[in-house]
């Protein structure tokens, strides 16, 4: 192997070595909200009916840094594990807007995976949403 070819293969290396890791998850739940000033505000008037409760199919996407390629976090038991603290009732999406649920999220993944910068997107029926990012360092 010529030094050019080496050079490159050994930039590769090192680029791969470094890559920035994450996994994602998604999945969806249904919840009833309602945003109450929405029904009162003279500048909301043209949305008051969000101050009704209305459901929702809200959409979430989690990513969490993981530090090597083999499974770092197992992501079909992550997911499994998310959407269990919503069955479980140790996170509700009760009236909250999507900015609020994905802070309470972060703070049930960062207790458990600390250290890990992590984004999370929640939608409400896949059409309207937030997406936080937790820069961990």
Not at 19 to 34: D, L, M, N, P, Y
Not at 92 to 97: A, G, M, Q, T, V
Not at 112 to 119: A, H, V
Request: with cysteine; net charge negative; aromatic share 10%.
């Amino acid at each position: 192997m010529d030094q050019r070819t080496q050079m490159m293969a050994e930039k590769i290396v090192r680029i791969s070595t470094a890559a920035a890791r994450t996994i994602f998850v998604t999945f969806q739940k249904e919840g009833i909200h309602c945003y109450p000033d929405a029904a009162t505000a003279p500048e909301l008037a043209d949305v008051s009916f969000l101050g009704s409760p209305h459901r929702h199919i809200f959409h979430f996407r989690v990513d969490i840094q993981v530090e090597h390629s083999n499974r770092d976090i197992e992501f079909i038991q992550f997911k499994r594990w998310l959407e269990q603290l919503y069955s479980s009732g140790v996170l509700e999406l009760n009236y909250k807007s999507c900015e609020m649920m994905a802070e309470d999220l972060y703070v049930q993944i960062a207790t458990r995976y600390p250290d890990r910068n992590i984004k999370i997107e929640i939608s409400e029926d896949g059409e309207n949403g937030a997406h936080l990012e937790f820069i961990a360092s």
